[in-house]
C-alpha cells in the first residue's frame, strides 16, 4: 500500500489487491502506512491487519495439540 | 497471496475438523450470520468436515436479501424518473419487487448505473450538476462508514444534487429477534468479523448474558470459520456462555471508532422492516436531522406503501435458519438465478444463490468426507 492526499477524511492509499490496484480511502485507518496490510470494504479500508495476531489461527491448533497430548501422557 | 491462502490449508483444516468431532458429545446448532460466511462454508465444503451432531444455520447476513420490497419499490419508482441517475452496488440490481427489478427498468431507458463505492456515485453527482444522482444505501454495519462519509462529503462540499435512499440494517437486532422466536433452534453463534470490526463486540454480550448463547466473532475463511466453531462448541460443551473473539487479526473489542463516529454523525437508529422476517424495533439507520436533505425518500416526496410478497419464496424461513434453501420446493426449478423469485437466490451473499451455484450437482455426502479447496 502508498499514500497520498494529507486531508484525513479524503487520504487515499493505493492498494494491491493480489495484482489488480485500487484506489482505497483511508479515513476510517488513520493508523495505516506504507506496506501495511488492509481489509477493505467498497473503496474503504476498515482495518489494518494485526500481522502479530495472523498466525493466531495456527498458534491455537498447536497448543490444542499440546494438551491433547498432555491428556493422553496422564496416567 | 497473502493472508488469504494460508487459512485454507487443507492439512490444518483436517486437524480442526477432527478437534471438533474430538470435543463434541451432544447435538448443538450453530448460525453464521454473515452470507460471506455461509458462502464460505458452502463453496469450500466447511460444513460436510463436520461431525453430524454440529448443525449450522444460515443467517440473515445478506444486504441484499434483506431489504424490503417496498424499497425496491421505491427504488424502481425513483431510477424510472427523467433526469435521474440511480446507482447502486450490482447485486440489488436483479432483486425482483412485484412486477419488476432495476435491471428492466435500465432495458426500459433508465439510467441505472452499478457503482463499486458510495463515493463513486458521489463523483457522478459533481460530474453531472444537471442529473439528480440517487445511490441505493443498504447494507450492515460493514457498509455504514462508507454511506455515512459519501453523506458527509456531499454536504461538506455542498453537492445539492446527490440522495440516498437508506435501507440500512444493524446486526445486533436481527440476532435477538431470531433468539426470542418460538421457532429458534440457535444455540451458538459465529458473529460476523467484519461487522465487529466496525462495531467491535461489546454490544454481544448482553445478548450473550440474556439468552445464553455463546457468541464467537468469527473470519471469512475455512480456517477461520472451523476455528470459530470449535471455540463455540467448546463453550457449549463446557456449559460457559462469553462472547470470544477469533478473528483477532482484524478485530479489537472496541471496534474501529473513527468509522463509529461518522455513522453516529450522519445516522441515527431507526425501526426497520426485514424483507421475509418483519419490522424489528431499533434494527435499522436512517439520516440524522442535520442530514435529512440527502434522504432521497424526501426528495422524491415517496409514500411508503405495503406490497404483497410472491407467495412460494421462503426466503423468510431460510433467512432464520428455520429452513435451509434446498428445502423449498421451488429451489433450482422455479426459482434460479436466472429466475429469482427471492432475493437470497441473486445475491452473492445469498444461502440459495450457494447453494445452487456449489451444491446443486454435488449433494451433500456423508460417507466420504473430504475438503474442497
Redesign the interface.
Known amino acids: 500500500m502508498s499514500t497520498s492526499n494529507d486531508e484525513p477524511l479524503m487520504r487515499i492509499g493505493k492498494v494491491n489487491f493480489g495484482g489488480i490496484v485500487k484506489e482505497v480511502n483511508l479515513a476510517y485507518t488513520p493508523e495505516a502506512k506504507v506496506g501495511d496490510y488492509v481489509i477493505v470494504h467498497v473503496g474503504f479500508a476498515i482495518s489494518t491487519l494485526d500481522e502479530k495476531e495472523a498466525n493466531q489461527v495456527f498458534e491455537y491448533l498447536e497448543q490444542m495439540g499440546e494438551l491433547e497430548e498432555l491428556k493422553d501422557f496422564q496416567p | 497471496?497473502?493472508?488469504?491462502d494460508?487459512?485454507r490449508d487443507a492439512e490444518?483444516a483436517k486437524?480442526?475438523a477432527d478437534?471438533i468431532a474430538?470435543l463434541t458429545t451432544k447435538p448443538w446448532t450453530l448460525m453464521e450470520v454473515c452470507g460471506g460466511q455461509t458462502h464460505a462454508i458452502v463453496k469450500f465444503g466447511v460444513d460436510e468436515l463436520l461431525p453430524e451432531k454440529i448443525t449450522l444455520v444460515h443467517g440473515p447476513g445478506c444486504p441484499v436479501c434483506v431489504t424490503p420490497i417496498e424499497f425496491i419499490e421505491k427504488a424502481i419508482e425513483i431510477a424510472s424518473c427523467p433526469g435521474v441517475i440511480f446507482c447502486s452496488?450490482g447485486d440489488m440490481l436483479r432483486v425482483p419487487g412485484t412486477g419488476k427489478d432495476l435491471l428492466t427498468v435500465k432495458a426500459s431507458g433508465g439510467d441505472v448505473r452499478m457503482v463499486?463505492?458510495?463515493?463513486?456515485a458521489l463523483k457522478l453527482a459533481q460530474q453531472n450538476p444537471m442529473k439528480q444522482v440517487v445511490f441505493f444505501a443498504v447494507?450492515f454495519e460493514?457498509?455504514a462508514?462508507?454511506n455515512a462519509?459519501a453523506v458527509?462529503?456531499a454536504h461538506h462540499q455542498g453537492v445539492k444534487n446527490f440522495s440516498m435512499l437508506v435501507s440500512h440494517v444493524l446486526v445486533p437486532p436481527a440476532m435477538e429477534a431470531i433468539l426470542a422466536s418460538p421457532s429458534n433452534r440457535v444455540q451458538g453463534f459465529l458473529a460476523a468479523g467484519?461487522v465487529c470490526?466496525?462495531m467491535g463486540y461489546t454490544e454481544y454480550e448482553p445478548i450473550a448474558t440474556k439468552y445464553h448463547v455463546p457468541i464467537v466473532v468469527t473470519g471469512f475463511e475455512p480456517?477461520?470459520i472451523l476455528?470459530g466453531i470449535?471455540m463455540c462448541v467448546k463453550q457449549l460443551e463446557e456449559g460457559r456462555v462469553e462472547v470470544e473473539n477469533?478473528y483477532?487479526?482484524?478485530?479489537?473489542r472496541e471496534g474501529?471508532q473513527?468509522?463509529q463516529q461518522?455513522i453516529r454523525e450522519v445516522f441515527r437508529i431507526v425501526p426497520r422492516k426485514w424483507r421475509g422476517i418483519g419490522e424489528i424495533a431499533q434494527s435499522g439507520l436512517g439520516l440524522t436531522l442535520p442530514y435529512a436533505e440527502f434522504d432521497a425518500e424526501l426528495r422524491f416526496g415517496l409514500k411508503t406503501q405495503t406490497v404483497e410478497e410472491s407467495s412460494e419464496c421462503i426466503a423468510g424461513l431460510v433467512l432464520q435458519g428455520v429452513k435451509k434453501p434446498h428445502e423449498c420446493p421451488a429451489f433450482g426449478t422455479r426459482c434460479t438465478p436466472e429466475r429469482p423469485l427471492g432475493a437470497p437466490m441473486v445475491s452473492s451473499e445469498g444461502a440459495c444463490a450457494a447453494y445452487y451455484r456449489y451444491r446443486r450437482l454435488r449433494p451433500p455426502v456423508s460417507s466420504s468426507k473430504g475438503l474442497s479447496l
Open positions: 497471496m497473502k493472508y488469504i494460508e487459512y490444518a486437524k480442526y478437534a474430538r452496488f463499486y463505492s458510495p463515493l463513486d447494507g460493514t457498509t462508514p462508507a462519509m458527509y462529503q467484519h470490526t466496525v480456517l477461520d476455528q470449535y477469533q483477532t487479526r482484524s478485530v479489537r474501529n473513527p468509522a461518522l
